[in-house]
């Protein structure tokens, strides 16, 4: 597995918790940073782990705000991706089985990093179900394209 990663400067500390995290169970992990404290923009880093995913070059992306909801917005404009904001265990799993969500997002500043790893944990390890929600997730795709469904 291929994981893109990244964070604004609210969500750097909890980056570098999840990166270590993740190596050490042997995934693969591209950082698109940012890679310090420093003040950044966020939509950047939304757009980078965005692209990364549609253009192949990672399965699923994982990015980190201070709340998770700027840079999960950012990386919602790109076409085909599906990133959402978890703050629990339960959503991160139905996310991925319901919604086939191709991005987590999460806030440094509303969740510690135990829960925080928890939570990558399981958005990692949890298969899209298919069945009726391919129906509802390609129904998602339609409105995206401009399509009236």
Do not use: W
């Not at 990663?5 to 050490?24: N, W, Y």
């Not at 997002?105 to 939570?119: E, F, K, P, S, Y």
């Not at 899209?128 to 391919?134: K, T």
């Amino acid at each position: 597995m291929r994981v893109a990663l990244g964070a604004d400067h609210g969500g750097f500390e909890l980056k570098g918790a999840i990166r270590t995290h993740l190596e050490t169970q042997g995934i693969e992990v591209r950082d698109f940073g940012t890679h310090s404290n420093d003040s950044v923009d966020y939509p950047k880093y939304g757009f980078a782990v965005g692209s990364a995913i549609i253009k192949g070059e990672a399965d699923l992306g994982i990015l980190i705000c201070g709340t998770g909801q700027g840079i999960s917005i950012a990386a919602n404009k790109i076409p085909g991706i599906r990133s959402a904001v978890c703050s629990e265990t339960y959503s991160a799993r139905m996310v991925r089985e319901h919604n086939n969500a191709n991005i987590l997002a999460m806030g440094a500043r509303v969740i510690g990093v135990g829960l925080a790893l928890d939570i990558v944990d399981i958005f990692l390890k949890t298969e899209f179900s298919g069945g009726r929600h391919a129906n509802r997730v390609d129904l998602i795709c339609d409105i995206e394209r401009g399509e009236i469904i």
